[in-house]
C-alpha cells in the first residue's frame, strides 16, 4: 500500500519553521554553552580561563586525579552525599506522612493547618534564614550534620503533593482495609506507599537537586572546613588568593553529575508522576 505523499510547505511556512528552530537553537547553545566550557576547561592544565583558547595542552585526567587525591574535596563531596541522601529520604518520609494524614484522617482544624501551612509558600527564604539560624544556634547545632539537614526537612509542596494524590485514592478501598483489620500504619505501608510512588519519586528527584544545590544555608551552618557541602566548598575556593583552576572546574564538574544521574534514571518515573491525576475519566 503506497503512503500518501507528504505535502509541500510552503515559503512562509518553511520560514517560521527555519526561525523557530533557529531561536530554538540559540536557547540550547546558551544553556549548554557555559557547561561544555567547564567541561572542557575541567581536562586541560589552564592557569587561567584566559589561556584556555590559546591552550596548545592535550587533554588530561590530572585535575581530576588531583580531586580524588585530595581529602578535602572528598569529605566535601561526602558531606554533601550524607545531607542530600538524609534530606531528600526524611523529607519524602515527612511529607508522605503529613499528606495521608491531611488527605485521610478527619481531625480538627485540618484544613487551617493546611491553609497556614501553604501560606508558609509565600514567605520568601531570607526571612526566614535569621529566625532558624538563631534557633540552630541556640540548639547547639551549628557546624553539625543536624544542623545542615533539619531545617532543611518537609516542604510544603511536598505535602500538598501528597495530599492531593492521596486524597485521589478510593475511600471504599481503604474501608476495605479497616474490615480486614487493617490498622492506620498497615494501611499507610501496604495500600497508600505502593500506590504513592510516582508522586513520591517526582518529589525526592526535586527535593534532591535541591539540597544538592543548595548553597546559602550550608554556608551559615558549615563554619569549619570539614563540614562544608561541595558547592560550598567551591565557592569559598573560588574567594581564595591562591586558585587552582583546574581543579575547580573539575570540581564543578563533579557536582554536576549526581544530580545529572538521579534525573536520567528517574527521568521516567519523573513524567508519568507529572502528568498523573491530569486526566480524569
Not at 238 to 249: K, V
Request: aromatic share 10%; charged share 10%.
Amino acid at each position: 500500500m503506497a503512503h500518501p505523499a507528504t505535502p509541500r510547505r510552503s515559503a512562509p511556512q518553511l520560514w517560521a519553521a527555519f526561525r523557530t528552530h533557529a531561536l530554538l537553537s540559540l536557547v540550547v547553545l546558551a544553556s549548554i554553552g557555559p557547561v561544555l566550557f567547564v567541561v572542557v576547561a575541567s581536562f586541560r592544565p589552564i592557569t587561567s580561563f584566559d589561556s584556555l583558547a590559546s591552550s596548545t595542552a592535550q587533554f588530561t585526567l590530572a585535575n581530576y586525579l588531583g580531586v580524588f587525591a585530595d581529602k578535602v574535596s572528598i569529605q566535601w563531596l561526602l558531606n554533601s552525599i550524607i545531607v542530600t541522601c538524609a534530606v531528600t529520604v526524611l523529607t519524602v518520609i515527612v511529607d508522605l506522612l503529613a499528606g495521608y494524614a491531611f488527605a485521610k484522617l478527619k481531625f480538627k482544624g485540618s484544613g487551617l493547618l493546611l491553609s497556614a501551612m501553604l501560606a508558609t509558600v509565600m514567605v520568601p527564604f531570607a526571612v526566614t534564614l535569621l529566625p532558624n539560624y538563631v534557633l540552630v544556634a541556640r540548639l547547639g547545632l551549628v557546624n553539625t550534620y543536624a544542623g545542615l539537614i533539619i531545617p532543611l526537612l518537609s516542604a510544603p509542596v511536598g505535602v500538598y503533593l501528597m495530599r492531593q494524590f492521596i486524597a485521589e485514592i478510593p475511600d471504599a478501598l481503604l474501608e476495605a482495609a479497616k474490615i480486614d483489620g487493617a490498622n492506620p500504619l498497615q494501611i499507610l505501608l501496604k495500600i497508600i506507599v505502593p500506590l504513592a510512588r510516582q508522586p513520591a519519586i517526582v518529589l525526592a528527584v526535586f527535593t534532591f537537586v535541591n539540597t544538592w544545590n543548595s548553597f546559602l544555608w550550608p554556608l551559615l551552618i558549615a563554619q569549619s572546613e570539614d563540614k562544608r557541602t561541595l558547592i560550598v566548598g567551591i565557592a569559598t575556593q573560588s574567594l581564595q588568593h591562591t586558585q587552582n583552576l583546574g581543579a575547580m572546574t573539575a570540581q564543578t564538574v563533579i557536582s554536576m553529575v549526581p544530580t545529572l544521574v538521579v534525573f536520567a534514571i528517574f527521568q521516567r518515573y519523573f513524567l508519568m508522576g507529572l502528568t498523573a491525576g491530569s486526566v480524569k475519566s
